[in-house]
């Protein structure tokens, strides 16, 4: 017995050898077994140039960090071809736990998986989409990183103004522009929210026609011609986009270009093609997708707006001009500017594009950049067309720096609305809300927070024409530590040749300054050396009220003024309606250096742009929110005009404009 047991022991001693020896040698091939590849699925809603260069980008970028089909990655490519329901179909799909991650573009696409994913059994990266925080998924505009722990992504807002304003330049006397769109998707909604809100202030007219397939789409582009449109714009609609022959077709057929702000091809027929580059896009999106192989944690990673990281694309066709039925032209900078030009030649690429820079992620903050969220205080004077334009180009400046809102910096506007004991109050608010950066807007908010705002606190001035004068300094260089910023002086010079132009036998002009505000007095004795080299005579009276501007106005009528010559200030910004008023009582022309006041009676504004200026001041602030001193950034003067002229004006007073001159502004009002 004993024995026997012996021998049985032996044999299962070696039958255990043998099999650990086995295992060994096999370890190799199990640990493969354990480690399957990660399936992916794309989702595609249609067929279309934009979306097909996205995900280009998208897989290039996967590549690039390891991730490439048929080695760590089984991807599964899903096409719903423009249809809704299959969509949707698709979506349920690859939302039922089978795959490790779920990536969409556009926004059908998104809503679709978005919808069918609500208990979140599979991660979803979603890209391609203009505005995902008006897609109803559950994002929240304010809070980037509020969002469901499962979903993240990007949107990226085509440039609809700049479209516009292009199209403008190309054809100064446009008017109407058509726009064909299918209200089920909230994209294009977005996109034609926009174009409404912007043709009110650029004096265009919004024709819209609905369309639910791209079947209809021709329908609605010959409805649009039939009203006169003079140009076709195709915005972020998937439906027109899947449809652009037929579009450029049918345009082509009654002389009307046609511009979009989705690049394509750019010898397909449209004049102009205006956006972002979507390769780099999509690549931005394969990026976002590798960190969520990688393990990092969707729920600490914010929704993200990748336009100040994705170049800008411009393509421009000289051949699209022939056979249009107005004069478009498109203007020789614009040529310079653009990524690719078609003409006779072909297609010609400008060589040498830099690539997009990689995106930030939550798992590298900051990426050496802005380590922290800062709260930035914009404190202004008044609510004037000007200070809008001026702060609309500081966010945009920021923007196009790279710093995004909500990730990068929360915003808090104070605006006195012309009260200057408020002025004081606001900059108190900031400092006790701990600002980390505060922006002026005019001398006087400059002021305020040169005498209350501590000087650990960096403060970024723009809409000002003097900091100097205004206690920033000695010199443009030489100034308080932590301020820096953009001033404008006013463009004296190049306004005289243009008074005298029109009258030529003025002799004496006037102006209202206000004693109070050190910019107007400074700026003054500027002025007036400018006016006696023309052979004139200025006259100034003084005011320092509303009401007192009013009499002031009144006491330069009675003082037979050939003109008024309006000072830049904020007093007589804000009271400029009453210096209009008595000057067109009196048949008396009105000259001015602030743009909204050629809007308001002047008969010509050449004035500073004020976009441009605070765009300058935005990618300052920019500079402090990345660690520079801003003692050592000095102040930086912006000479860029704008010429604008108001002929309703000009035949009140008697004044007849030559179409040369007319021809030379940037804006014509009232046309």
């Known amino acids: ?66 991730y490439r089909d048929g080695e760590r990655l089984q991807i599964d490519r899903f096409n719903a071809q423009g249809d809704m329901p299959t969509g949707i179909a698709i979506a349920r799909q690859v939302t039922g736990g089978n795959y490790d991650l779920v990536i969409t573009s556009s926004t059908p696409s998104l809503q679709a998986v978005a919808n069918n994913n609500r208990d979140g059994k599979v991660r979803h990266v979603f890209t391609l989409v203009a505005d995902p925080f008006a897609s109803g998924v559950g994002l929240d505009r304010r809070d980037p990183l509020k969002h469901p722990s499962y979903m993240v992504g990007q949107g990226v807002f085509p440039p609809v103004e700049n479209a516009f304003r292009l199209a403008r330049r190309m054809l100064p006397g446009l008017r109407r522009i058509g726009v064909a769109w299918n209200p089920a998707e909230s994209n294009s909604l ?75 091809p750019p010898d397909r027929g449209t004049l102009f093609d205006a956006g972002p580059d979507f390769y780099q896009v999509g690549r931005q999106g394969g990026l976002l997708a590798a960190d969520v192989l990688a393990g990092h944690d969707l729920a600490r990673m914010p929704i993200r707006d990748v336009q100040d990281v994705t170049p800008a694309y411009l393509s421009v066709n000289t051949r699209a001009l022939k056979g249009l039925k107005e004069p478009w032209k498109i203007p020789a900078d614009v040529l310079d500017s653009a990524t690719v030009i078609v003409d006779d030649r072909g297609v010609q690429r400008k060589a040498g594009a830099a690539p997009a820079p990689a995106p930030r992620t939550a798992a590298a903050p900051g990426g050496g950049v802005i380590a922290k969220t800062w709260r930035v205080h914009l404190i202004e004077l008044n609510q004037t067309l000007d200070v809008e334009e001026s702060e609309k180009g500081v966010l945009d400046g920021l923007r196009e720096a790279g710093v995004v809102e909500g990730r990068d910096f929360a915003k808090t506007i104070r605006n006195a609305q012309g009260d200057m004991a408020t002025v004081s109050a606001m900059v108190d608010a900031a400092v006790s809300d701990r600002a980390d950066l505060i922006i002026t807007f005019s001398t006087p908010t400059l002021q305020a927070a040169l005498q209350r705002a501590p000087r650990r606190t960096p403060v970024v001035f723009t809409y000002v024409s003097d900091a100097v ?48 505000e050190v910019n107007m007095v400074s700026q003054l004795a500027v002025m007036e050396p400018e006016v006696r080299k023309a052979g004139m005579t200025l006259k100034s009276i003084a005011a320092n009220s509303t009401a007192e501007v009013q009499e002031a106005a009144l006491a330069l009528m009675a003082g037979h003024v050939d003109a008024i010559c309006q000072l830049p200030g904020n007093l007589t910004a804000s009271a400029f309606p009453s210096i209009a008023q008595a000057a067109r009582r009196a048949r008396v022309p009105v000259f001015v250096f602030q743009s909204s006041q050629a809007r308001a009676g002047a008969v010509l504004a050449v004035s500073r742009d004020y ?53 030379k502004a940037d804006e014509v009002v009232g046309r």
């Open 1 to 66: 017995m004993l024995y026997a047991f012996k021998r049985l022991a032996l044999g299962i001693c070696l039958i255990a050898l043998a099999s650990g020896i086995l295992l060994v040698s096999d370890a190799s091939h199990r640990v493969g077994a354990r480690s399957p590849q990660l399936r992916v699925a794309i989702l595609q809603h249609a067929n279309t140039v934009v979306l097909e260069d996205g995900l280009r980008g998208t897989l290039d970028a996967l590549a690039e960090r390891g």
């Open 190 to 264: 977005a996109f034609v929210s926009k174009a409404r809100e912007l043709v009110k202030s650029m004096d265009l007219e919004l024709l819209e026609a609905n369309v639910d397939t791209t079947a209809a789409v021709s329908e609605a582009i010959n409805a649009l011609l039939a009203r006169e449109a003079q140009a076709i714009w195709v915005g972020g609609d998937n439906t027109v986009i899947a449809a652009i022959g037929s579009v450029i077709a049918v345009a082509q057929r009654a002389g009307v270009p046609v511009f979009t702000i989705l690049p394509g």
């Open 611 to 663: 976009y441009e200026s605070g765009r300058e001041s935005g990618k300052i602030a920019a500079r402090i929110m990345r660690g520079e001193s801003p003692a050592a950034i000095p102040f930086a003067g912006y000479a860029g005009t704008k010429l604008l002229i108001n002929p309703t004006a000009a035949r009140e007073v008697g004044i007849a404009i030559p179409a040369a001159l007319l021809a």
């Open 469 to 516: 004068a205004a206690g920033a300094g000695k010199s443009t260089t030489d100034h308080a530590p932590n301020v820096t910023g953009v001033y404008l002086v006013a463009a004296y010079e190049q306004m005289m040749p243009l008074l005298r132009q029109l009258m030529p036998r003025a002799s004496t002009l006037g102006t209202v300054y206000v004693p109070a």
